[in-house]
């Protein structure tokens, strides 16, 4: 062992072996790995080793479908066995909405490049997987490349890649202390000491103790999970194929073949947690007694699904542990405050996701960026809130226990909430308000009578008639929105403007003006659609998604320049804005000064009533509108203030659904949907903000883009025949036969009495007129091109 490297990875379970082998692929080979027992042996070693490619979230699924496909690469090139069965797989459909459910999904994953896919009956599910009771079973989803691995031979082989490519690694070796150094890291170990400019933390189990040997505070925790394998089977015994991969969603289970029986997985509901502040150090190879009282049910219903299991006896139980962040998903990328930290912790399905993480990360650590659109599993998708214990223990506890539950899209889950909550939290619940959550902050949804309850479907819900009147207000009288839940940070310093002019790649506004501002990637694709105001004081802000605030933080504090501080004003304002043709009517009768002065995208410090705000004259709902900004102690006074001036107009509450049905019938995008980091500005849209003429982070690459062919596929929007649900993201879009883009938005224009799509197809397929169709949960439905802004579409109830 050398006493320098340019990266250290600690741990050598599926995934620091993972990102060891993907470092040296990409040509960094000065890299050791640290292991401080034998490979695989946290909870890499005792894991059941089932590959599966259905994730409901499209981003993870095609990082597990790059993992399916890397695992014969690697043992190819290893040469070390993995024991790879691609029996295919198969996911059961229980209940009529499940089925609805993996038929919306099977379409999705069309959407996404993942082809290899289709839909069976009960009959040819059962065909497919002989030892199965169909009893219940009302469809399935069949996946050729899906089954099982052996989880030893995977670690070995990743690290033997690796070493052949040039990195190292050393098991028995301990990672003791890490200390930050100008150059980067002191990694003190029980072999020696080992500066590098580069950590990793991977240690599985262990990865909080390493994240507080750095200061880091990981939201992640591990949960106790058991598998059972049964002695022979004799119904597998006799078949001449290998039963295949199958999951019993509505029965908590997972089977694949173990040798000539099998092997049955259970999502316990009764979860249990386990060293949550890591595994003791002494940990080894080391299994939990099963607990079968915790299991009984999930066990029953195991047991009828593969009747024949019954008749024989078990042969091993595993109850061991592995690591879950609050959603599930992994923990990837750099730490931020902490540079050369690298986070590859939380990944619950190492052998399905150590691929794609490995990927990821080599990727971002080399290039500064990976190739995929990381959010889904990026670190700093989580703020400082999500480091409290019990958040993390609910949210975990939450995610493993409906790990096999269908969540719909209009579900509200209880874990970790309520958390933050505005100031006028409580009046606004007396108003009838139903609260989401962004981040760690209740946001307002719609304003509904007492004793309304909402059902969870994935059609449109019994909601959407009180989300269709606050749309009305919106449009015609004046509507009073909470805005706690935008971001916001303030820019100050000699050397503000300069650095502004140079992260953001549109022209900087005026003072006292706003302006929308599109942030680049050094790649030339998305990295924001923030909106700049300048108070004309020497203080800017920059506006833009909630809980996007730590994500856009690091870059902003990556990208700094002497003479420049940014704060996170999260914690000190938020704020009401008053939207609607009437809007102005309300904020006259509270402002001392004269608002109607106060021009479309101008802002400024105006007394409203008793609060002195923050104005801005805009709002992403399409009409006139005032986003009054407070600080947190005025929040409750001026919602009363602006209740009590708005009565005569009318006022009325609405919520976040009446503004995301608002924008769509204005064709605005939004993070996460129409704006991604996988999206450029000519895509979008967003190249109509560039400033060209001057210098910004993205440029060449952006002019790259408008100087060549440009883009393969264009934002536009779409009418959508649809019948009882609208599309909500990721949806196929078809010309005939042929896939032509997907649905990146939808929902229902309630204003405009339209189903409505945003979507990105292929440029000859983005005329206004073009007849296309869309699936809308699994149900083809013809769609048209529309030009953008079904709603006032020259922008007058805006600017008025
Ligand atoms: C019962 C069970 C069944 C499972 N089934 C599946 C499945 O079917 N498919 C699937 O994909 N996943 C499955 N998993 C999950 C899978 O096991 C994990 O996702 C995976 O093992 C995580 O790998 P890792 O490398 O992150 O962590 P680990 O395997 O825990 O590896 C971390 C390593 O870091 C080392 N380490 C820690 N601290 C230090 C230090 N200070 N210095 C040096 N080394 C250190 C540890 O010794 C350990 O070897 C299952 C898990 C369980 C418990």
Redesign the pocket.
Known sequence: MKSQYRVVV?????????VLYHLAKFGWSDVVM???????????????????ALNADPNMASLQAYTIDLLSEIEKESGQNIGLHMTGGLTLAGTPERWEWLQANYRIFQSIGIDDCELLTPEEAQKRCPIMSTDGVLGAMWADREG?ID?TGT?QAYATAAKKRGAEYYEE????SLTQTAEGWQVV?DKGTISCEHVVN??????K??GR?AGVELPVSPL????LITDTVPEVAAADFEMPMTVDLEGFT?M?QDQKGVLV?IYEVDHEHWAMD??P?NYGEELFQEQLDRIENELTLGFERYPSIQNVGIKTW??????FSPDGNPLVGPVPGKRGYWS???????????GGVGKTLAEWMIHGEPEADAWPMDVARYGDFAQNKRYIRETTGQFYSRRFVMTYPNEQLPAGRPLKMAPAHDAMTEAGCKWGVSWDLEVPLYFAPKGFEETPTLKRSNAHDIVAEECKVIREGAGLLDITGFSRFEVCGPNAEAWLDKVMASKLPAPGRAKLAPMLGANGRLKGDLTVLNWGDGTWWIMGSYYLRAWHMRWFDDHMIEGVSVRDLGEEYCGFAVVGPKSQAVVEKLAEQDISALKFMGCGEFDIGLVRARVARMSVTGEKGYEINCRYGDHITLRRMLLEAGAAEGIRECGFNAMLSTRLEKSFGIWSAEFTQLYTPGMTGMDRWIDWSKDFVGKDAALAERDGNGPAQVQVTLEVDALDADASGYEPIWAGEERVGFVTSGGYGHYTGKSLAMALVNRDMAEPGTELSVHVVGVERPARVIAPSPYDPQGKAMRG
């Open positions: 600690i741990g050598g379970g599926v995934v620091g072996a993972s640290l292991e401080r027992r034998r490979l695989a042996s946290g909870s890499s070693w005792h894991a059941a080793g089932g590959i599966h099982y989880t670690v070796t301990k990672v003791e170990t991977a240690a599985g189990l262990w990865a103790q390493v040997m106790k999970h058991h598998y997972y694949r997985g890591g595994a150090w595993v109850n061991g542990a592995f690591t590859a912790c939380a990944v619950m399905a190492g052998f399905l996701q150590g």
